[in-house]
């Protein structure tokens, strides 16, 4: 497998932000999304690669006291699917919760890793992100995504959505977008949805946001609009 980076630093995104993570963060996606923070490991060549044995090493080598769970991210960790998986029971024999952090564009990939992830976010694109090439191929990515998320439902797993927002996104698409997510899983099988305006690149004004916020509890009640807050605090 192919591993950018692991470090450990306090989460700062979603439904566990605050608590103490070791992050595992994979080489290589395919999509495109402009507002990435992360394009250094976007190559699939990017990265080191490890043998399952050493990346087994590196993870128990790498883990520290009162960590709270370990963040398969990227990247994206469904192109190396099979690797991740055999990694997360590997941190799941060392008595750490395992979270996956993914844009879900396979939903196959997604259930041969989600038995192995406590913790799972399912992250929706809107139409204005640049993840996808064209409109088709978008409506095929969001098709997966929600089949992902109507697993990790069935399953009854801790499972969150993630939005990213910009200055582009228009309250209607949001609230159309959601509309898709929760026709997939009721809301009270997800456990929040967060809307997360970009960093750096076409940021919302307030404004905006409120809009935004508004637009999303149409389809969910419990809306948390939440930066990045790594990024505030220093800690990247």
Known sequence: MRIFEVFTSIEGEG?????KTLFVRLAGCPFTCFYCDTPEALPAGSGKEYTLEAARELVSSSLRPHTYKVNFTGGEPLVQHEAVAELARHAQSLGVRTYLESSCY??????????????LKVE???????????????????????RCLAA???AK???????VVS????AADLESLLGRVFEAAPPEAVSGLYVQPTSGVEEPRLEHLVALHDAACRTYPEVRVVPQLHKLMGAI
């Open 157 to 163: 797993k801790s499972v969150y959505v993630k939005v």
């Open 167 to 170: 200055a582009r996104t228009r």
């Open 152 to 154: 990790a439902a069935r």
């Open 106 to 119: 396979d939903s196959r990939r997604f259930s041969h890793v989600m038995g192995h992830m406590d913790i």
């Open 15 to 19: 439904l566990l932000y605050g608590t």
């Open 124 to 146: 929706f694109k809107t139409a204005d992100s640049e993840f996808a090439r064209d409109a088709a191929h978008y409506g095929r990515l969001l098709e997966e995504a929600a």
